[in-house]
């Protein structure tokens, strides 16, 4: 079962914050998040193993409640270079065959 | 991490042929997978493709359609067989090592007349 994303979609002006959250309906061995440009190859930011584990790196992070099942995304001060799709993934086996979630299109305008 | 090369990058092609995409890593890795991405969407797992042995499939997909070769760590084809305009996409392959996460080639941008 695919995980899902929400929001679907969002417009951020240029410094403002956005989560992003990914649910699943299975139980989770890890977490990852991918960002795509269009017309891109998905891009790796950041894994997030079980055990309720944060993440982060410059104005990104990640947390991550495996009793939920649920991860989230967060964005601050967004720059115009974070637009794009956010795509979490998920896996359940710990094998890295990941499942890919709905999907987050974000845009960030000046 | 690892540089990966996807051939071709994008293609036209009639329908009823079959199209051979590549996928070369510039080292080993262990997990080597192919995704399919339709316009707009998000990616869906087609195989895990399995150094020396048979693909394992997804639910949904087939050997006949998707036949996937992997005869060393390093390179990877997959096959989009008897194609028709429902098989228009991208395709991506992607690579893991170890406990390192997924990596993505610049995919292929298939369409089909």
């Known amino acids: 079962q695919q995980p899902v994303q929400s929001p679907q979609a969002v417009i951020l002006r240029e410094g403002e914050d956005a989560v992003i959250n990914c649910s699943s309906s299975k139980a989770l061995y890890s977490v990852h998040w991918y960002r795509q440009k269009h017309g891109e190859a998905p891009i790796f930011l950041m894994i997030?193993?079980?055990?309720?584990e944060q993440k982060g790196h410059d104005k990104i992070s990640a947390s991550f409640n495996e009793k939920k099942q649920q991860s989230s995304l967060y964005l601050t001060a967004s720059q115009l270079s974070y637009s794009g799709t956010y795509f979490c993934?998920?896996?359940?086996?710990?094998?890295?065959?990941?499942?890919f979630g709905t999907g987050t299109k974000l845009q960030v305008i000046p | 991490s690892a540089v990966i090369s996807q051939k071709p990058s994008r293609d036209i092609c009639q329908r009823g042929t079959s199209l051979t995409i590549q996928c070369q890593v510039d080292s080993q890795v262990t997990m080597m997978f192919w995704y399919r991405q339709q316009p707009g969407q998000s990616l869906t797992l087609i195989a895990t493709?399995?150094?020396?042995?048979?693909?394992?499939?997804e639910s949904g997909f087939v050997i006949d359609k998707f036949p996937i070769s992997r005869p060393n760590l390093t390179f990877s084809t997959l096959t989009v067989s008897n194609m028709s305009p429902e098989d228009s996409s991208i395709y991506l392959c992607?690579?893991?090592?170890?406990?390192?996460?997924?990596?993505f080639g610049d995919g292929t941008r298939l369409s089909i007349l």
């Open positions: 493709a399995n150094q020396g042995s048979e693909a394992t499939y």
């Open positions: 993934g998920t896996d359940s086996g710990g094998y890295q065959k990941v499942t």
């Open positions: 992607s690579v893991a090592d170890g406990d390192q996460p997924q990596h």
């Open positions: 997030l193993l079980k055990g309720g």
